[in-house]
């Protein structure tokens, strides 16, 4: 399941569980986009940030945004759920910078959608078989 591959507490709620996937996957995955950006902060308002600020910087707006992709797409009122969090995606005020942060975003959530959506599918699958042998038990049962 999600909770266990992002290693995340499945008792939390919805919410709280996708921020946390978002969060755990952008931590490991994010390095190929910090090598990026660190060639094309100049201009930016990161450009006087050192590397582990740029990155700091980087993995809160990406975990947020991530984050609030996951929600939208999944349902969920985004918007209220994270509140001024977005305030970091500011930062990136060059149209170099936020390339690189809007494909890292892109790129991260098609992924974690990508897995949702096949969980879903296996979910719907699960309940589609138990509904077709608890007919099947009635009707057994009716037959005898």
């Not at 950006?37 to 707006?61: C, F, H, I, V, Y």
């Not at 494909?103 to 991260?108: F, H, R």
């Amino acid at each position: 399941m999600l909770a266990e591959r992002y290693e995340v507490d499945a008792q939390e709620s919805l919410e709280d569980c996708l921020l946390n996937v978002a969060v755990t996957f952008v931590n490991d995955n994010y390095q190929d986009y910090l090598a990026e950006l660190m060639e094309a902060k100049a201009g930016s308002l990161l450009e006087k940030l050192d590397e582990d600020n740029t990155r700091l910087q980087m993995l809160t707006a990406l975990s947020y945004s991530v984050g609030y992709m996951l929600h939208i797409r999944c349902g969920l009122p985004g918007r209220a759920y994270f509140g001024n969090s977005l305030d970091k995606v500011c930062n990136f005020n060059t149209p170099e910078v936020i390339s690189i942060l809007g494909a890292a975003v892109s790129d991260m959530s098609e992924v974690l959608l990508r897995e949702i959506a096949v969980l879903m599918q296996d979910l719907q699958r699960e309940e589609k078989e138990i509904k077709i042998a608890h007919l099947r038990f009635q009707r057994t049962a009716v037959m005898m």
